[in-house]
């Protein structure tokens, strides 16, 4: 393919042509984030194009200033050679800029044909009354040539979320855009599904537009790019050749940061299991089974860290063991017993406390006080109620001790949690769950969105739980953080765990090829 | 000028701003009043003596006034866990059908007095319950919005009372006597049935009065209250926490249904002693509407239901009484709008604030 691109690009006097698109320091800082550093990317006419990293490694960003919504703090973006300054989504689109978003921008109630021509200022969406046969055999030709199958009167609600996709293709292909962005368009698709889209975008390609694909999966970006930019921490790492490329040097690039902060060793025994998973499957909220088969085991004053990219499990999972999600087959025990699944009192019954990833929406109840929040697992015991009646004034004053015990700034036990400051939740959060005394806890994301210090504060608080006998389960993206905790990590990819090591045989490689679906290396 | 979210909001306003909304109303009113031809003060003064002071009026105000407070405590005790029950207008057609059965039954076999007027309590709630846990179950088993469910069972409700007055072969139906078989009537409810008064005081006001505080003291002193404020604030954060969705549902529902049937119980017996005088005399009342209005100016609060409740029907006593060439019953209707719109507009207040006057300059922009 590199050969077949050399010959194309080459002009009529031999001189190489301009890259299609061309971004050069690209700085963009967000309040506390630096988001990218000094990017550089190009992409050529004819080529598909990836961009790898972590989440959070600027992916998002550096296209959402591509597509003009975002403008750069500094840098430039040239577009065949020329400079281009967007200053909204219209004047991209206005040069042949176009993005599949993850979450589809489709109106369900619209036909296909009636979605492919909406906000299409330039033709047939100007006009009052719409030409619907024209635009409908304009979108059919264009699926026929493209192998996007769809039917172009078929309403959106209709269709699945692979043919939602192919919509987005089909309007960027009736906008004739010259330059197609893909955010993790395999995400929403069946593995064979994923297959016709490669196909797909390798004719766009051919056709002599650029394909833009983001992702995170090592298999699919050497499926289907010709070549790869890796993107990590904001800032561009490296461009290779896809077909040079193996899934490890990929993953290396991608996670492969030096590891300043591992912790010392810790003589603490791990003791009996409090929680052991056998074979669990459950259900994700679109009906599909997000844990398949899942199989971990967690010891008394042990840390285990499941580590993955986002979607492929790690919520299911935090949330089947704390009994928010019923588990379809296999098992979860709890200090030996066999606990019901999708039934929180009896999870929290058996000792698990849970700090879900969504704090503000599911942890607390935000416009209760905070002293009900911290009440919110324990007002059925002997301290916040008697019988039926609840102790009010009890529960004030424990209010107040676990502020002052736990440091909660800006907390009054009667003001409303929703006025917490982030970090100042969390700790409204931990404070409730460690003072329940559990056996089990569960930690979903705890550090997400929170300040160094509240992320030190958070790390410590789980140390201590550890310390306590309590056994943790800890979900995060970040490597860093589940390198410096964890005693054990698993990688779950795909709703199962594919694999499985130590804090100290640790091998940032060999996690990051597992968390992108590249086969376990042991396994050859 | 801007508006702009008030972070917190000081214990004054919560006192000061309906104080205010009734000010204006009563001012905004008055203007109403003048552009109609009436002399604003005098017509105050005429519904003020029309409600309380003139001989028998403070009578006829509880008579409008009860059946708000048990309307207004049910819708009450739904909203304040988000549970929007519109239907304590059936719920307490349903109490007064299986009150006045009851009644009817008991009383007519001799049973004493106080026994008669428990057992009819009892059938009320129980009939009221019953009525509001169909849109109840429901919505616990089948995530059904309870705003409709609840507010088309009024409308069968109303027709299952209408049904049994007119049906020949009904239990409800005066059979006997002159005109029975001309103009269908609810049968007479025996003496034992009849509820008693102190002086003016009927004891359904008193039932509702009871009621409020128990609710009031379920609400914010107990772990039912509890749960039913964490549901109400976030369901996901009350699962996470344990508390068990559907049969908190169910029981809200029930709980609010209840009260609005011993609403139907204190009609029958407390002023009409038979299950509706006129067959659509009940259902032109439209209380279990007026109770919505009556729960959301007492902002949810049981034991300011009460209070309002009290305001309300005077009001509507007063229009009743009123009601003539010189003053149009709709002028009475007006009022009550208008009060409802300003207290409403001045949750507004509560949760926002106007600043007048320049913006401030940004960090940025300077």
Known sequence: MAARTETDRRGADGAPPPPAVEMRGIVKHFPGVLANDHVDFEAAVGEVHALLGENGAGKSTLSNILTGLYRPDSGEILLDGEHVQFSSPRDALDVGIFMVHQHFRLVETFTVAENVVLGDHRGEGRTFRLRTRAIERRVAELSKRFGLAVDPRAPVWHLSLGEQQRVEILKALYREARILILDEPTAVLTPQEAEVLFTTLREMAADGRTVIFISHKLHEVKAVADRVTVLRGGRSIATVDAADATLRSLAALMVGREIESRRAARDRVAGEPVLELANVWADGDRGDAAIRGASLIVRRGEIVAVAGVAGNGQRELAEAVAGMRPATRGTIRIAGKTVRGGDPRSAIAAGVAYVPEDRLGTGVAPSLSIASNLA??????????????????????????????????????????????????????????????PRVLVAASPTRGLDVGAIETVHAYLREAAADGVGVLLISEDLDEILMLADRIVVMYEGAIAGETTRDDADVEEIGLLMAGGRDPRAD | MRIERRLRQPRWLLVAVPAGSLVFAFFASGLVLLATGHDALRSYRQIFDAAFLN???????????????????????????????????????????????????????????????????????????????????????????????????????????????????????????????????????????????????????????????????????????????????????????????????????????????????????????????????????????????????ARYNPLAVVVVAFLIGALQNAGNTLQGADFPSGLVGVMQGIILFSALGGELLVRYRVRVGRALPTPEAA
């Open chain 1, 376 to 437: 919110l697992k324990g007002y059925r015991d002997r301290h916040a109620s008697h019988g039926p009646l609840l102790r009010l004034r009890r529960m004030r004053e424990r209010a107040a001790e676990l502020i002052a015990h736990y440091r909660i700034a800006g907390a009054a036990p009667s003001s409303a949690a929703r006025l917490l400051s982030g970090g100042n939740l969390q700790k409204v959060v931990l404070a409730r769950e460690f003072s329940g005394k």
């Open chain 2, 55 to 297: 001989s028998g009026a403070l009578g006829q105000t509880l008579t409008q006034a009860t059946p708000l407070a048990f309307t207004g405590l049910a819708a009450a005790a739904a909203f304040r866990m988000r549970l929007f029950n519109i239907g304590a207008e059936g719920q307490l057609f349903m109490g007064a059908v299986t009150a006045d059965a009851a009644g009817l039954y008991l009383g007519g076999h001799g049973w004493p007095h106080a026994l008669v007027i428990a057992a009819m309590v009892v059938a009320g709630c129980a009939g009221g319950a019953a009525w509001a846990l169909i849109p109840g179950v429901l919505r616990a088993f089948f995530k059904t919005n309870e705003i409709i469910t609840s507010l088309m069972l009024n409308y069968v409700a109303a027709y299952v009372m209408t049904y049994l007055i007119f049906n020949t072969e009904s239990y409800w139906r005066q059979t006997t006597g002159f005109n029975a078989s001309v103009f269908p009537t609810s049968k007479t409810l025996p003496n034992a049935a009849w509820w008693p008064a102190a002086n003016i005081f009927p004891l359904g006001g008193g039932i509702a009065i009871l009621a409020a505080v128990l609710i009031w003291f379920l609400y914010t002193r107990t772990r039912f209250g509890f749960e039913a404020q964490v549901l109400g604030d976030s369901p996901r954060a009350a699962r996470y926490a344990g508390i068990r969705t559907r049969r908190k549902i169910l029981a809200v529902m029930a709980i609010s249904g209840a009260v609005a049937g011993v609403g139907g119980a204190s009609q029958v017996g407390d002023f009409s002693h038979q299950l509706d005088a006129d067959p659509n005399g009940l259902q032109k009342q439209y209380y279990g509407y007026t109770g919505i209005v009556v729960a959301a100016l």
